[in-house]
């Protein structure tokens, strides 16, 4: 089995129709979240000129729904492939099975079943212009990173750039529930539930099925990777234009609420 050439090993990849249930199901929470509608002309040119990257404070397999869905049904480049994210009980159960299969034949032939970025797949997919979805305040990262050795995302991105001819372009992107700021002191709910800001998986589902009416899709300004490389001195280093990257993205997604909040 050609496990670095086949998609459907690694669990990160929402690239099928949904079954009719799903796509039901689907249609139902998301028909009313709005999206900019002026940046969807810009969408598809940064997808016909590159490879989009969205970008997403916090990680939630809710919003890769969201993201994926929606701008799937309004024939926008949608994320396929979310970094590091298991989406493997929203796969087709084919899909799931092969997962399930490749990763036991590893283990029977006493082999790691071998990670996205060593396999080449991660690599293959954005020299191929696949949208991907990467989130930039990952509190798993951490582990993945520094106890397993995994690349940090953007500095990846970064070093995938330069053996790219075409640009990646990574576009911060954010879902509003309600147009009311943070309280300033927490409370009991902030504790169990998780914070507005990023909410814990029950407060999440609560926000979307309550003010799911008014939920919006924004997007911050997009960063053209190959041109911000070629903006920074030659000796700079990986980690240190990775950091710069994630911070400029987190700020513009911050500011992009804030004058939301206040419209």
Request: glycine share 4%; hydrophobic share 40%; with cysteine.
């Amino acid at each position: 089995m050609d496990i670095s050439g086949n998609k459907a090993v690694y669990p990160y990849v929402l690239d099928h129709k949904p079954g009719f249930l799903l796509s039901w199901v689907l249609y139902r929470l998301f028909q009313r979240v709005q999206l900019d509608d002026n940046m969807k002309e810009a969408l598809k040119k940064m997808h016909r000129d590159g490879t989009v990257v969205y970008a997403c404070k916090y990680r939630g397999k809710l919003d890769y729904l969201l993201y994926h869905y929606n701008f799937r049904r309004r024939r926008l480049p949608y994320p396929k492939i979310a970094f590091d994210l298991n989406m493997s009980m929203l796969l087709p159960f084919t899909h799931f099975v092969k997962i399930i299969i490749a990763r036991l034949s590893c283990v029977l032939r006493g082999h790691r079943f071998p990670s996205p970025y060593q396999s080449g797949f991660y690599s293959r997919h954005l020299h191929n212009g696949t949208p991907f979805l990467v989130f930039l305040v990952d509190p798993k990262g951490f582990s993945r990173h520094f106890v397993h050795a995994e690349k940090d995302h953007i500095q990846f991105l970064i070093e995938e750039q330069k053996s790219l001819a075409r640009p990646i372009y990574i576009v911060p992107q954010l879902i509003l529930y309600k147009k009311t700021p943070e309280m300033e002191h927490p409370n009991l709910a902030n504790i169990l539930f998780g914070f507005k800001d990023n909410p814990g998986a029950v407060r999440k589902i609560a926000l979307f099925f309550r003010h799911n009416r008014r939920a919006l899709i924004d997007f911050g300004k997009p960063l053209d990777l190959k041109a911000y490389l070629a903006s920074q001195p030659i000796e700079r280093s990986l980690s240190e234009m990775a950091a710069e990257i994630r911070t400029r993205l987190i700020e513009n997604i911050d500011d992009q609420k804030l004058s939301l909040i206040h419209i």
